[in-house]
């Protein structure tokens, strides 16, 4: 395989992991869905939405996106309109980078996850 095709694979086995980690955020009093989409001219987000007793919506979210030579990461949770966790965009100059930097955000959407939810059963209650 040429260094593109091996750049296009690591994207994809990056967005696979992160897919399915946060596909596997679940939590025994709310609702999950998980969701993937591409990000028009070149980039992905994959997420999972959880939705509280009360209606309310916790969206948990990493995203790469390719544009002006470098690629562009991002990563948030957020519960309706409040941000609850917002990593910085992080641009960096190669793909290899810019995997590593959404693998980094992955971790640090997913580690709070149980925490932040039980912390927003806690207030229903």
Same mark, same amino acid.
């Given at each position: 395989m040429d260094s593109e095709s091996l750049a296009a694979a690591g994207l994809l086995e990056t967005l696979s992991r992160a897919s399915e980690?946060? #596909?596997?955020? =679940?939590h025994p009093f709310v609702r999950s869905e998980s969701f993937s989409y591409l990000l028009p001219p #070149? $980039? %992905?987000?994959? $997420? %999972? /939405?959880?939705t509280l007793p009360d209606g309310r919506v916790v969206r948990f979210? *990493?995203?790469i996106s390719a544009s002006? $030579? #470098?690629? =562009?990461?991002? $990563?948030?949770?957020t519960a309706e309109d409040e941000r609850l966790l917002e990593l910085p965009r992080k641009s960096v100059p190669g793909i290899h980078d810019g995997l590593a930097v959404? /693998? /980094?955000?992955?971790?640090? *959407?997913? #580690?709070p996850a149980g925490r932040l939810i039980d912390q927003l059963l806690d207030e229903i209650v």
């Open positions: 980690m946060l #596909a596997e955020l =679940h #070149a $980039g %992905a987000r994959v $997420g %999972a /939405d959880l979210e *990493v995203s002006g $030579g #470098a690629f =562009h990461v991002e $990563g948030s949770i959404l /693998d /980094d955000y992955l971790g640090e *959407v997913t #580690a």
